[in-house]
């Protein structure tokens, strides 16, 4: 897997993210609630705008396909359910980016965080699936979004815990990320692409006694069907 984006928001405080340059991948573009206060890097963290919606910024580099995985690191310093972030996926590009993607959100509670995959189609949102953690909304979690065709998957921490079958949004590639609230931070996002699965029949990439083993086994095939 390859690296795309990644972004470990190591900048001066106060800086807004459109104005932050990312480790890898290109520049961020403010395309959700673009006249509020947008996302800023605080103690090389990614914060939240001053209110509750959210304030989406998407990368300008393409994934190269639309299957991707997208992680990121989240702390919410509060219980008020106003406390949400988010990652995107498949998203078109350009300010049209708002209304089209799959997104995995993470939103404060009492005592517990809820997470939610969501399709959103023409600015109309679909809520394919929930999970509720037990840890405490400051509890630091990756949180990771995986597209694999038709399949999408939210892990928490390395673990899965909503899954789908829903496709849409096929060929769309960039991804994105929003936050909500000054006490929403996020840190080390990453997104990375998915190789394509190996050719049984492509000898290009085997090493020498993986390729002659191969073709001995397919004679062996050969001789035994004969």
């Not at 963290?45 to 990121?72: F, K, P, R, W």
């Not at 980016?97 to 939610?116: H, K």
């Amino acid at each position: 897997m390859a690296t795309k984006v990644s972004d470990t928001f190591t900048d001066t405080n106060v800086t807004n993210l459109q104005n932050h340059t990312p480790d890898v991948g290109g520049t961020w573009t403010f395309t959700v609630n673009p006249g509020g206060t947008p996302s800023n890097i605080q103690n090389n963290e990614l914060y939240g705008g001053s209110y509750g919606s959210l304030y989406q910024h998407t990368n300008g580099a393409a994934v190269g396909d639309d299957d991707m995985d997208i992680t990121c690191d989240t702390r919410l310093h509060s219980t008020e359910s106003t406390r949400r972030m988010a990652v995107a996926g498949r998203l078109p590009g350009g300010t049209s980016g708002s209304s089209n993607y799959y997104r995995s959100m993470r939103t404060a509670g009492s005592g517990q965080s809820t997470y939610d995959l969501v399709k959103r189609v023409s600015s109309v949102e679909t809520n394919l699936g929930s999970y509720v953690d037990g840890n405490a909304a400051s509890t630091s979690q990756v949180m990771k979004l995986e597209i694999r065709a038709a399949a999408k998957k939210v892990f928490v921490e390395g673990t899965e815990r909503i899954s789908s079958t829903d496709e849409n949004l096929v060929g769309n590639q960039y991804v994105a990320i929003a936050t909500s609230r000054e006490l929403a931070r996020m840190d080390n996002f990453l997104v990375e692409d998915v190789p394509p699965a190996a050719d049984p029949n492509d000898f290009s990439r085997r090493q020498p006694r993986e390729d002659w083993l191969l073709r001995t086994n397919r004679v062996a095939e050969h001789l035994v069907s004969a």
